[in-house]
């Protein structure tokens, strides 16, 4: 007689069902949040922030990991992962729409990774215990919210330099050059195309000693 031996290993790890739909609307609606916080908080408010770099992507992680689980849980495993992939299509949609720079992302994506699978767990916990599901989904109106109190509330800190640089020009000539609102077309180079911050015009507010030029980077 034949004895049958179950699969001890499949019935102690059973297979987790995955809805491709589900995880598609999450991971969408975690780079949509991405590319449209970028707009309304750096483009819009040029409000560079807690609002931006920490709640930002606390939301994306919860409204991915809420909407990933909603109708078929997932592990936490593989909301991480479906987390951290919104992240990272996020940060390309931003490079492809030239919203940001290389550099910029790179620089920030430690901080973002980390609130953002922080976010994930706790939406993650809401869609398995069954908890209202309108609260992550509604926390997306928060963000502008924050955007606006940042930019109606700039930090008071100035941070004065001070540097010099052997030009050789005439001094008519390079006082011309400071005060010149013309566009600069020159190329910025690798740095510039990697996301590095470079001058592309300035003007110059008020006249005289005590004038005010303002560089746009």
């Given at each position: 007689m034949q004895e049958v031996v179950p699969d001890a290993q499949h019935?102690?790890?059973p297979?987790?069902?995955?809805?491709?739909?589900?995880?598609?609307?999450?991971?969408?609606a975690g780079v949509a949040i991405i590319v449209v916080a970028v707009l309304i908080s750096a483009l819009t408010l040029s409000a560079y922030g807690w609002g931006l770099f920490v709640a930002t992507p606390f939301v994306v992680g919860m409204t991915t990991g809420y909407i990933v689980n909603r109708r078929v849980p997932q592990t936490g495993a593989r909301t991480m992962a479906?987390?951290?992939a919104a992240g990272a299509l996020g940060g390309l949609a931003l490079l492809m729409f030239a919203l940001e720079g290389f550099m910029c992302i790179v620089l920030v994506a430690p901080l973002g990774l980390?609130?953002?699978?922080?976010?994930?767990?706790?939406?993650?916990?809401?869609?398995?215990?069954?908890?209202?599901?309108?609260?992550?989904?509604?926390?997306?109106?928060?963000l502008p919210v924050l955007f606006a109190l940042e930019a109606s509330m700039p930090p008071?800190?100035?941070i004065n330099t001070i540097e010099s640089i052997e030009i050789a020009a005439s001094p008519?000539?390079?006082?011309?050059?400071?005060t010149s609102e013309a566009p600069i077309g020159l190329s910025p180079g690798l740095p510039g195309l990697a996301g590095l911050a470079y001058p592309v015009r300035s003007s110059l507010k008020g006249e005289g000693v005590g004038a005010t030029r303002l560089g746009v980077f």
């Open positions: 019935r102690c790890h297979q987790v069902r995955v809805d491709r739909a589900q995880v598609l609307q999450g991971v969408l479906h987390v951290l980390a609130a953002a699978a922080l976010g994930g767990t706790f939406g993650r916990a809401i869609a398995l215990f069954g908890h209202d599901g309108s609260r992550p989904l509604m926390s997306v109106a928060v008071a800190i100035s008519d000539a390079v006082w011309r050059a400071i």
